[in-house]
């Protein structure tokens, strides 16, 4: 018997083949050294609720004032979700429905924007979301998304840029966070930008929620109108979303998730998230937040002191941006070689990066999943290492290297298992 078998033995006999490819997936995630900085391993309790029959149920609505009869159960459940969401990020609303972080993002739009309003963000390949205005998305299209970047000297965001673009286009909305930014928001400097002109802010704080809830990044909460979180990345949650923020927001937020954008809410999820944020609020996740920083930390001294080109230097956060561009190694062909070797990574644009975006001159890493092993600071430069010797081989062709890299992978991950993977 394979350990999916064991694991899924329903599954196993109804669908063989879907379950080969479930245990095929455990033991990728098993062996392979996992550096996306937007995923994690959530906990065999957070696993075991997103599997319940609570998907079963459905609940248009929120608690007490549902579509459907039958919610006895279902309004407990996502009562302790908004319950424990309020207390681990001290907000007075939270709405725990949004299906993941665009349609949050789209929920947001709706309640505080018309279609052809201006809205703004930063760039998506200066580190921003396709959410947050850029041209290809929804976002872009009905809205008239204007963006800001870094500065191109020290990639970091140049806040005379955002004060002045905001000043002259009045956005309704004014996006902060995104998805490659290595160091801290200043969500102060942000809130000021944002009263000055009159927009409406909202913190995406999906890369960072985890180290938020962990006391390992500063809180938007004074500065922002609102909070926009998925809930699978730093926050090692299931695959969702949540919408925070003061009182004053509340109904405009809740009728823009429902009715205004979606249907019935992922009850199997909302359970999920409701084990994390239990999860969230113990004395260990504050651990685990701070060590995911101090790894991400000593990762980038240790690819520093091997010669890589880091945007802003390095890191304050999860996350470390590579531009490869020294190394004379595109980062497709880096990423595609680091997964050779059993290195879990993505390309990424760099800023002002002079490649097209599924082309770039980057890869981006981060510390949440090999943090969740239990990989601490002492292990970076070996990490360090392996990237190192990958990346060189990816640029002389070296299969037999990165083979090699790939067992000295697995090697160390057998020594730290994954949280929710059979042994
Ligand atoms: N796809 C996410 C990321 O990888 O950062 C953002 O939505």
Request: contains cysteine.
């Amino acid at each position: 018997m394979t350990a999916s078998q064991h694991q899924h033995p329903a599954l196993a006999a109804a669908d063989p083949e879907l379950a080969a490819l479930v245990g095929a997936e455990e033991r990728l995630q098993a062996e392979t050294l996992r550096l996306i900085p937007s995923e994690n391993y959530v906990s065999a309790a957070v696993l075991e609720a997103s599997g319940t029959v609570l998907q079963n149920k459905y609940s248009e609505g929120y608690p007490g004032r549902r579509y459907y009869e039958g919610q006895q159960n279902i309004d407990q459940v996502e009562t302790l979700a908004v319950e424990r969401a309020k207390a681990v990020f001290g907000v007075d609303h939270a709405n725990v429905q949004p299906y993941s972080g665009s349609p949050a993002n789209l929920a947001v739009y709706l309640a505080f924007a018309e279609p052809g309003d201006t809205v703004m963000g930063m760039a998506l390949p200066m580190g921003g979301h396709l959410t947050h205005g850029w041209g290809v998305s929804a976002t872009g299209k009905w809205f008239r998304g204007v963006q800001y970047g870094v500065r191109q000297d020290t990639g970091l965001i140049d806040f005379d840029q955002v004060r002045e673009l905001a000043l002259k286009e009045r956005p309704k909305v004014i996006f902060c966070g995104g998805t490659a930014l290595p160091r801290t928001i200043d969500f102060a400097a942000f809130g000021e930008i944002a009263r000055e002109s009159g927009a409406v802010l909202v913190a995406d704080v999906a890369h960072i929620a985890g180290l938020i809830a962990g006391g390992a990044h500063p809180s938007p909460v004074p500065h922002v109108d609102v909070i926009s979180t998925t809930t699978h990345k730093t926050l090692r949650g299931p695959r969702g979303a949540m919408l925070m923020s003061r009182e004053e927001h509340a109904k405009a937020l809740d009728k823009a998730v429902f009715p205004g954008l979606q249907g019935g809410p992922h009850n199997q999820t909302t359970a999920a998230i409701a084990v994390a944020l239990r999860e969230a609020s113990q004395p260990s996740f504050r651990d685990y937040a701070h060590a995911v920083v101090a790894n991400a930390k000593a990762l980038a001294e240790a690819l520093l002191a091997r010669g890589f080109d880091l945007v802003s230097g390095g890191t304050d956060n999860h996350l470390i941006l590579m531009d490869l561009t020294p190394k004379q190694v595109p980062g497709k062909i880096a990423a595609k070689a680091l997964d050779r070797a059993g290195i879990v990574v993505n390309y990424n644009t760099v800023p002002y990066d002079p490649r097209k975006p599924f082309d770039p001159s980057g890869i981006r890493i981060g510390t949440p999943s090999l943090t969740s092993r239990g990989l601490r600071t002492e292990h970076m430069a070996t990490v360090a290492d392996w990237i190192d010797r990958a990346v060189a081989a990816a640029g002389t062709g070296d299969e037999q290297a990165l083979t090699a890299i790939r067992a000295e992978v697995a090697d160390l991950m057998t020594a730290f298992p994954a949280p929710g993977l059979p042994v």
